[in-house]
C-alpha cells in the first residue's frame, strides 16, 4: 500500500514535567508535522493532542489512538520524535506488537528515521530503550539530589504555606506576612476550643489564603496542623530530617496541637444543653457529676445519683455562683501589696541572669553526642550493619531527643526573663481577681475558678474548692495582707512565692 492511499493519525505530546521543558510547545509540534505531513503526502484522518508524561503506561489520549489503530481506522501515526509515542516499556512494546501484527504498518517522523522492517523495528526498540534509559537516569539523578538536600537539613521543593523560596540561598525562608496566622492557628487549635471547620473560619476571616491566593479548606488546615516541617523538621517519605530553615512554632506547641487532634478524634457524644457549671462541680457526698437542669425559670444543680443513694439536695445556680466570687475574693492581693511584690520580683531577676551556664553547658553536650551517635549510625548504615529501615528508625528517635534538647535549651536560656515574667504577671492576677467578681462576667468568674481551683465539689449547698498552689499562698496570707502595716508579712508572702516559681508550672513558661 502507497504512503499517499494510508490514513495517518498526528499525535503530539508534552509532559508536564520539568525534564522535558526543551521539548516543543504543542502548538510548534502541531505546526511542524502538519507541514511535515503536508510534504510527504501522508493523509491525516485525526489529530491526538495530549499533555501527560510518558513515563508510565495510561496515558487516556494515547491508548484512544491505539485503539483507533487496532480497530482499522488508521494504520500509521506520524509523531515529532519516538520518544513523544512512549518512554517506558510497556508502551513501547504496544507499538512494537502492533507492527509485528501488521495493524500499524508505518511511523513517520521528521526527527527519526523508521522504516518497517526487522532492522527498522531494532532502531525503533533502541530508540524507545534510549527513551526510557533518559527518564530512568534522570529519575534516578533528581533522587539523589533530594536525598542530599535532605540530608543538608534543606527542603527539596516549592515551599509549604508560611515560607518561601530563596533562589539565591537555595532554601526555604519565612514568610513574615503568613508565619504569624501559621502560629496563630496551631495557638488557636491546641487551646481545645476550636474544632477544624471554626479554626477555618477564623483564620481564613484573618487574611491567610494558599500558596495561589485561594480559600484554604478544612483537609488544608489538617495537614497544616500535622505539618512537622513548622517547628523545624522535615518529613519526606515517611522519615524525620533536621531542618536547617527557621522554626515558625515550638514542639511543644506542636505536640499540643497533636494532642488535641487525636482527643478530638475520638466518638463524639450528643450534644448537651450549655449550662454554665455542667461538668465543674462534683457531689461532695458520693462523688458523683453535679449536673444542670432548669424547673420553673430557674437553673438548679443536682447530684445525678449514679451511684445509688444520695441525700444531697438542690441548689440555686445563683447561690453556687455567689460562693464561686467569695472563694475568688479569697485570693485576691490587696493594691498596696502589688507593687512591692513585683519590685522585689524584678531584683531576684537580676541576680539570676548570671546563673544559668552550667545547665546550658549540659545541655549542649547532650546535643553534641546526639550529632555524634546520628554519625555513627549512618557510618553503620553505609556499612551495611543496619537496614535502611533500622536506621530510619533509630534516626527518628535520635532526632527526636535531640529537638527535646534543643527545645530544653532555648527555654531555659529565656527562663531567667520568662519565669520572672510570669510571676509578675502571676501577681498582677491576683490583684485583679476583685475586680473580676465585681465586673459580673458569671463565664469569666467560672474560668477563674478552674485556673485557682481543682476538683470543687458541691454537698449541702456548700461550695468547697481545694486550691491549686501557688494560689494557695494568696488564701493563707489574705487576713494578714488586709491587717498588715509594716513589710513581715509581705516578706513572708515573697519568700513563699519564690519557692512556689521553682515548683508550679504555672510561674513557668508555656
Known sequence: ???????????????????????????????????????????????????????????????????????????????????????????????????????????????????????????????????????????????????????????????????????????????????????????????????????????????????????????????????????????YNGELYEGKHEPIISKRLFDRAQMVMKQKSKPKTKQLKPYLYRGLFHCGECGCFITTETQKGHNYLRCTKRKGNCTERYTREEIVSKQIKDVIQTVALPDEWTDWLIAENRKDKEKSDHSSAALIGKLEGEITEIDSKLETLLDMTIGGHLSQDEYASKKAALLTQKTDFKEKLATFRDQSHNRFELTESFIKELNQAEKITASGNLEANRDFLKKIGSNPTLAARTLRVPLQKPFTLAFMHKSAALTALASGPKSLFYSKLRATRVKYPVLQAP
Open 1 to 235: 500500500m502507497s504512503v499517499q492511499s494510508q490514513k495517518f493519525f498526528l499525535y503530539v505530546r508534552k509532559s508536564t514535567d520539568e525534564a522535558e521543558r526543551q521539548v516543543l510547545s504543542i502548538e510548534a509540534q502541531l505546526f511542524e508535522l502538519r507541514e511535515y505531513a503536508k510534504k510527504e503526502g501522508l493523509h491525516i484522518i485525526g489529530e491526538y493532542i495530549e499533555s501527560k508524561t510518558a513515563k508510565e503506561p495510561g496515558r487516556e489520549v494515547f491508548n484512544e489512538m491505539l485503539a483507533g489503530i487496532e480497530d482499522g481506522k488508521a494504520c500509521g501515526v506520524v509523531a515529532w520524535h519516538a520518544d513523544r509515542l512512549a518512554r517506558n516499556s510497556i508502551d513501547g512494546g504496544r507499538i512494537i506488537y502492533l507492527l509485528d501484527t501488521g495493524k500499524l504498518e508505518s511511523l513517520k517522523f521528521p526527527t527519526l528515521w523508521f522504516e518497517n522492517t526487522p532492522q527498522g523495528k531494532f532502531m525503533l526498540s533502541i530508540a524507545f530503550g534510549q527513551s526510557k534509559y533518559y527518564v530512568d537516569n534522570l529519575s534516578e539523578n533528581i533522587k539523589r539530589g533530594v536525598r542530599q538536600k535532605l540530608r543538608n537539613g534543606i527542603w527539596p521543593g516549592y515551599a509549604p504555606l508560611g515560607y518561601l523560596n530563596d533562589k539565591n540561598k537555595r532554601c526555604i525562608v519565612v514568610d513574615k506576612e503568613k508565619a504569624p496566622l501559621i502560629r496563630k492557628t496551631f495557638e488557636l487549635y491546641a487551646s481545645g476550643e476550636h474544632s477544624l471547620s471554626g479554626l477555618r473560619e477564623i483564620i481564613n476571616a484573618l487574611g491567610l489564603v494558599g500558596k495561589k491566593g485561594g480559600v484554604l479548606s478544612v483537609s488544608n488546615f489538617q495537614y497544616l496542623l500535622k505539618n512537622p516541617i513548622y517547628f523545624g523538621m522535615i518529613r
